[in-house]
């Protein structure tokens, strides 16, 4: 079993451009999530969602946009990109708010 | 605000015993967790609590106080493997979640 995967592994983009982040999971688990880690700063989380077709905000919302067509996807969208969100970003995927959050291996994005 | 607060670094020796401990202030509460993140890797889940006590599961065992807003994870028979950070996070609403910045633990042989 995958699990949950992202994509891609790594990206250099320049400040203005837009990038989307891949993530897909196959344990069909009703909640998905998407972190960004800065050193010192520990995760943060951006978006969320608790089922398909509906997402929410979280604590650093701003610059970022989600959509959950289905229970397996969840990309996430910066529309114009800032040297500021360069960072590692997670999804993650629980079966419900209590349970346990598996993490996909990162993104690694760097916005020059 | 809400807040989290755990140890910076921590630096044991293998076969010991060390005590992560993590202090919370959120808005709300269904439960805290613990995850483990070896350098350059995806954090994995270590335990959860949402009543008071102790959960014990193998070497790992995590501590919650609820009204002290206390938790602690215990790491017994340490192991070089067990380097690592380690994430203390609250769910502090629905679906809202608030990690500390973590505690980088060294093993040391």
């Known amino acids: 079993t995958a699990g949950i995967t992202q994509a891609p592994t790594s990206q250099i983009l320049a400040a203005g451009r837009s990038m989307t982040l891949r993530c897909t999971q196959d344990?069909?688990?009703?909640?998905m999530y998407w972190y960004r880690q800065d050193l010192g700063l520990g995760l943060r989380l951006i978006h969320y969602s608790n089922t398909a077709g509906t997402t929410g905000k979280g604590e650093v919302p701003d610059g970022y946009s989600v959509s959950r067509a289905n229970t397996d996807d969840f990309p996430l969208t910066l529309a114009s990109a800032v040297p500021s969100q360069t960072s590692v970003y997670f999804c993650a995927s629980s079966a419900s708010e209590v349970n346990e959050q598996f993490f996909g291996p990162g993104t690694r994005l760097t916005v020059l | 605000g809400q807040n989290i607060d755990q140890p910076t670094e921590m630096t044991a020796t293998e076969g010991a015993i060390v005590q992560i401990n993590c202090t919370y202030q959120t808005s709300g509460f269904n439960g805290l967790f613990w995850y483990q993140q070896h350098a350059g890797e995806a954090p994995t889940f270590l335990s959860y609590?949402?009543?008071?006590g102790l959960e014990e599961k193998g070497r790992f065992s995590s501590f919650l106080s609820r009204s002290k807003g206390y938790s602690y994870l215990l790491l017994k028979e340490l192991q070089m493997k067990d380097s690592a950070s380690y994430l203390c996070a609250v769910s502090s609403g629905t679906y809202k979640y608030i990690f500390g910045t973590g505690t980088r633990l060294k093993v040391l042989a």
């Open positions: 344990m069909r688990h009703n909640a």
């Open positions: 609590n949402v009543l008071d």
